[in-house]
C-alpha cells in the first residue's frame, strides 16, 4: 500500500471538496484501494463546453483533483504538501451526458516528486481522456 495514513474512508475524501471547485463541479470519490484513488463527475451543463460536449478544462480538473488527493495521500501532511507543477490531457472522446470516472494511479512517488497517470472514463469504461499528473512534494512553510 502506497498511502501514509492507510486507506482512507470516501466520506473523509468527500468532506475535502467542500467549497472546492470539485463541490461546484459535483464531483465525488467513489473508490479508494492500496494504490489508486477514484472519483465521478456529471456531464451536464455545468461540465459542458459552448458545444454540448464535456469541456476539456472540466477533464483536467476532474483529473487534477483526484491526482492531487492520491498525491496527499502519499506524504506526510504534518510536514508536506503536494502542489501541481505540470498536467497533460489527451481528450479522446466526446461525451454529451450522464457521468465519467476518472482513476489516478502512481507511475512514481518519490521523496520530491510524483507522476500521476490518470484515466477517466464513461459509464461504458470507454476511454474519455488520459491524463498524466506531475507533483512536487514540498515542505509545508509552518514547519520547523
Not at 482512507?8 to 472546492?20: A, F, G, I
Not at 516528486?113 to 515542505?139: G, P
Request: include cysteine; charged fraction near 20%; hydrophobic fraction near 40%.
Amino acid at each position: 500500500m502506497i498511502w501514509y495514513n492507510g486507506i482512507p474512508e470516501l466520506k473523509d475524501l468527500n468532506k475535502m471538496s467542500v467549497n472546492t471547485l470539485a463541490e461546484h463541479l459535483n464531483m465525488e470519490f467513489v473508490a479508494v484501494g492500496a494504490d489508486f484513488v477514484s472519483a465521478s463527475m456529471p456531464v451536464n451543463n455545468t461540465t459542458h463546453q459552448p458545444f454540448g460536449l464535456l469541456h476539456g478544462g472540466a477533464s483536467a480538473a476532474l483529473a487534477e483533483t483526484v491526482g492531487s488527493v492520491a498525491g496527499w495521500l502519499c506524504i506526510n501532511p504534518e510536514k508536506q504538501a503536494c502542489v501541481g507543477i505540470e498536467i497533460n490531457c489527451n481528450h479522446i472522446r466526446g461525451k454529451k451526458t450522464g457521468w465519467v470516472t476518472a482513476t489516478a494511479r502512481p507511475f512514481h512517488v518519490g521523496a520530491s516528486t510524483q507522476v500521476w497517470e490518470i484515466k477517466i472514463v464513461d459509464e461504458r469504461e470507454k476511454l474519455v481522456c488520459i491524463s498524466r499528473l506531475t507533483m512536487a512534494v514540498v515542505k509545508r512553510p509552518d514547519t520547523p
